[in-house]
């Protein structure tokens, strides 16, 4: 609001310095062929003829110095700033089902994450061993030469993270790495993702 009434303000002035620049040599013009005080009766109607379409050039730059501020100032009020909110998509299920071995394997998919400006991954681990997670970043839908994003993070058994990426970690496609140094003997691992847009 304040940065509307500056702008108004300002053109207002510009405008208005124009004009009473153009009105003031009119003005000095004027005074310099003011006729002497014993000149003839025709030199002095001739210089009030002279004002007065002085007077009508001064009212008709006014009315298009009014109409260019009016012309100003519907442009400002007509200018809306949009805000998009942000929508969480529907979670993506990257990895779900049993490890019964000590080994580093890839998730069964990667989250597509072009259009998005943050992204949640929830790894919920009801294994009986510690494992850890390393997210991974790619151009392609795929774990062939992808990036590892950030460093890995550990994984109780039984228990739950929150990976939150950002702008700067972003790549067009998103996955994990699951390391488990013990081969666990029970349970499951889901690694779901959810992209905001």
């Known amino acids: 609001m304040a940065e509307r009434e500056r702008r108004e303000s300002s053109a207002g002035a510009v405008l208005a310095g124009g004009l009473s620049a153009v009105g003031g040599g009119i003005i000095a013009t004027l005074m310099a062929?003011?006729?002497?005080?014993?000149?003839?009766?025709?030199?002095?109607?001739?210089?009030?003829?002279?004002?007065q379409?002085?007077?009508?050039?001064?009212?008709e730059q006014n009315l298009a110095t009014q109409e260019q501020i009016?012309?100003?100032?519907?442009?400002?009020?007509?200018?809306?700033?949009?805000?998009?909110s942000w929508e969480a998509r529907e979670p993506v299920v990257l990895f779900d089902?049993?490890?019964?071995?000590?080994?580093?394997?890839?998730?069964?998919?990667m989250i597509n994450w072009s259009t998005g400006k943050r992204l949640l991954i929830k790894v919920e681990s009801l294994l009986d061993q510690d494992c850890i997670i390393q997210v991974v970043g790619n151009i392609t839908d795929n774990y062939l030469l992808a990036t590892a994003i950030n460093g890995p993070l550990p994984c109780l058994a039984q228990s739950n993270i929150s990976i939150g990426l950002a702008w700067d970690d972003w790549h067009p496609f998103i996955?994990?790495?699951?390391?488990?140094?013990?081969?666990?003997?029970?349970?499951?691992?889901?690694?779901?993702?959810?992209?905001?847009?």
Do not use: F, H
């Open 33 to 51: 062929g003011r006729p002497a005080e014993g000149a003839e009766p025709d030199a002095r109607w001739d210089y009030l003829i002279q004002c």
């Open 70 to 84: 009016l012309t100003v100032q519907k442009e400002i009020k007509e200018i809306k700033v949009t805000i998009a």
């Open 53 to 59: 379409e002085a007077i009508i050039a001064l009212l």
């Open 97 to 109: 089902r049993a490890i019964t071995m000590a080994a580093t394997i890839n998730a069964d998919r």
């Open 175 to 197: 996955g994990a790495t699951i390391t488990t140094g013990v081969a666990p003997t029970s349970g499951t691992l889901t690694i779901a993702a959810v992209a905001q847009e």
